[in-house]
């Protein structure tokens, strides 16, 4: 027995050293070479028919010289290829798995059609293949199942149809997975979970139903898992977070998902991206989320938001077009980090002033360490059903760009808007939409003081009236000045010859 085993070893190195050798033999340089030339005669130049990268590739320079060919110093063979954006169309020959050598293969931002032919099989030392941005049709290949080394596969943006092949579970190297954006269907194979090293993936903008295999939770390495625009359903389970300790993006939004929303998810510790909007889900969003210290951007669907305390490092929140009935927590406001709000066409009501100042005790105005704090770059708050006046603390956030507040039902206590008056503080201010309101007063003086950056300038439909101050021929980078639909009375200041740039 023992005799056996030491010599069967030798043998197997042998067989080894055999093949390698008889590779070599039929494989070099010049099949390389003719591989390539092979793919060049396929090649159909879109836009230029000049184009630089077929003119260069001429048996009258090496290989190894040609535009997009990185070769290895030992055997000078093809290791990588990178030809992208190039605006290359036509199809992939079979003669392209005769580049045994190659490592990486990038053909992404082209207009490459046609189905990858099985030959690429042969490819067995590739780990990175980027095909994005392509036309290829047909179903994604069970073959790259067998490619041993693949670390990254990205197939986004193109043609392909048909379903998951289970077969890609194989490939135990593989930690970035991109079929985005083609038309594939049915469930999302359970196998999945088999990639122990995946780091991201993504299937968003597909046409994928039934439920999210939980296999899928158990991918303890994953990062990423971009899932959003099909048309998946069911639960998220309600451990979701135990098998992803290093998950840091979660984007469901768009989908058919319902149930409750996890107050687990808080236990992902790294999540800074959560987007659950525009699904089913119900009941209250889990107070627990404002525990995720790390969320720097959260998208919610229908839900009541009456807890949202503690995201200190949130940037962007997005809770519009939804279902949201009831009043704006005042805390949102609190929250320093935050640079974009939009909580556009909700069902909320009351009064914004009162809510921010009943919520935090506050009598009149934002304490300044707040507002001064306060990175928030864009409100956007139109058609809800606040009523009462537009409040004078949006002033005092300097960062301020965007604001919207049309559509707002917002009545002014005094016939001076002077929320007008409070924005000229902010330097930064480059649209302000305040349209639809039923204002009923005079454009104040102060418009002229708006921020010399002012672009937008939208007061449509808010029954003003008086005359338009000639000071508003100061905002010199106006582009548009829409004041149509109300009572304004007196000839349009000349002053208005100052705005240069108006179209
Ligand atoms: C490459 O291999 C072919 C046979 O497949 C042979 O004819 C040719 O001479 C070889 N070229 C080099 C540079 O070794
Ligand atoms: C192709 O491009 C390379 C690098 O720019 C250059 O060295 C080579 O001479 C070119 N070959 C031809 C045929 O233009
Ligand atoms: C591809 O085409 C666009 C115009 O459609 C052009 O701007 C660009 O320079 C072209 N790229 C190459 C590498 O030829
Ligand atoms: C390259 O591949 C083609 C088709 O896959 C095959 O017919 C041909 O023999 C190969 N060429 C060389 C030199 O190995
Ligand atoms: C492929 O090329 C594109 C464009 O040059 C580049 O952005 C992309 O990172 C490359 N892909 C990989 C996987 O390196
Ligand atoms: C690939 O595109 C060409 C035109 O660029 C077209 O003639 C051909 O039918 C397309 N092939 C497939 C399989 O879509
Ligand atoms: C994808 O395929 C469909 C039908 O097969 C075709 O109508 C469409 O033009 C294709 N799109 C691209 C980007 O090739
Ligand atoms: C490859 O994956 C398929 C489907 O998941 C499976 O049936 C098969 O046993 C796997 N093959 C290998 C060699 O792992
Ligand atoms: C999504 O799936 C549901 C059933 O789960 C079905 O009624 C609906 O038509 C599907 N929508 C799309 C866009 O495929
Ligand atoms: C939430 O996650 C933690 C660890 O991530 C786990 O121990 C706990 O059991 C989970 N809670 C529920 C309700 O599943
Ligand atoms: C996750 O992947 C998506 C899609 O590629 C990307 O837009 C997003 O920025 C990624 N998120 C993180 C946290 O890397
Ligand atoms: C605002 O209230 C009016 C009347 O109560 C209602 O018709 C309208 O749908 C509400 N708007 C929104 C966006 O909820």
Avoid at 95 to 100: H, K
Wanted: hydrophobic share 40%; net charge neutral.
């Amino acid at each position: 027995m023992v005799m056996e085993r030491a010599y069967t070893f030798p043998l197997v190195i042998l067989l080894a050293c055999c093949v390698t050798a008889s590779m070599a033999n039929n494989m070099n340089t010049s099949t390389d070479e003719s591989s390539l030339l092979t793919f060049k005669s396929r090649m159909i130049s879109n836009i230029d028919p000049s184009n630089i990268l077929i003119k260069n590739w001429s048996v009258s320079t090496p290989v190894c010289v040609w535009i997009g060919v990185t070769c290895g110093l030992r055997h000078q063979r093809v290791t990588a290829l990178d030809i992208s954006s190039m605006n290359l169309s036509g199809n992939i020959p079979s003669q392209l798995g005769n580049l045994s050598f190659l490592v990486s293969l990038n053909l992404s931002r082209n207009y490459f059609n046609g189905s990858l032919p099985r030959e690429l099989i042969r490819l067995r030392r590739l780990k990175i293949i980027d095909f994005r941005h392509n036309s290829f049709s047909g179903q994604i290949p069970s073959w790259f199942g067998f490619l041993p080394k693949l670390q990254v596969l990205y197939l986004r943006n193109n043609n392909f149809t048909g379903f998951i092949p289970p077969y890609l579970s194989n490939i135990s190297t593989l930690q970035d997975l991109d079929l985005s954006v083609n038309s594939l269907q049915g469930k999302i194979p359970e196998d999945i979970g088999n990639l122990h090293n995946l780091k991201t993936l993504n299937l968003q903008y597909n046409r994928l139903t039934g439920l999210i295999p939980l296999t899928i939770f158990t991918i303890s390495t994953l990062e990423n898992l971009t899932l959003r625009r099909n048309n998946l359903s069911g639960n998220l389970p309600v451990d979701i977070c135990r098998g992803l300790p290093r998950l840091k993006g979660l984007y469901l939004s768009l989908n058919e998902l319902d149930g409750e929303i996890p107050s687990n998810l808080s236990e992902c510790s790294q999540l800074q991206f959560l987007s659950l909007s525009f699904n089913r889900f119900r009941g209250s969003i889990p107070s627990e989320i404002g525990r995720i210290r790390t969320l720097q951007i959260l998208y919610l669907g229908p839900n009541d938001l009456s807890e949202l305390g503690n995201l200190e490092n949130l940037v962007e929140l997005s809770i519009g077009n939804n279902f949201l009935t009831g009043s704006i927590p005042a805390s949102i406001f609190n929250i320093s980090s935050l640079q974009y709000i939009n909580v556009a066409e909700n069902n909320l009501s009351g009064n914004l002033e009162e809510l921010y100042l009943n919520g935090n005790n506050f009598h009149g105005r934002i304490p300044n360490s707040i507002a001064n704090a306060s990175k928030l770059t864009t409100i956007i708050l139109f058609f809800n059903n606040f009523t009462g006046p537009i409040p004078n603390f949006i002033g005092d956030f300097r960062f301020l760009e965007i604001v919207y507040l049309n559509g707002y039902n917002f009545i002014s206590k005094s016939p001076e808007l002077s929320f007008i008056t409070s924005l000229t503080s902010c330097r930064y201010l480059k649209k302000l939409v305040f349209g639809d309101n039923p204002l009923n007063g005079i454009l104040p003086v102060s418009v002229g003081n708006l921020s010399i950056s002012l672009q937008y300038l939208y007061g449509y439909n808010c029954d003003l009236w008086g005359s338009i101050p000639k000071e508003i021929g100061n905002l010199s980078s106006l582009i548009l000045l829409s004041l149509h639909v109300n009572q304004l009375t007196g000839s349009i200041p000349t002053s208005v010859v100052d705005l240069q740039k108006l179209q």
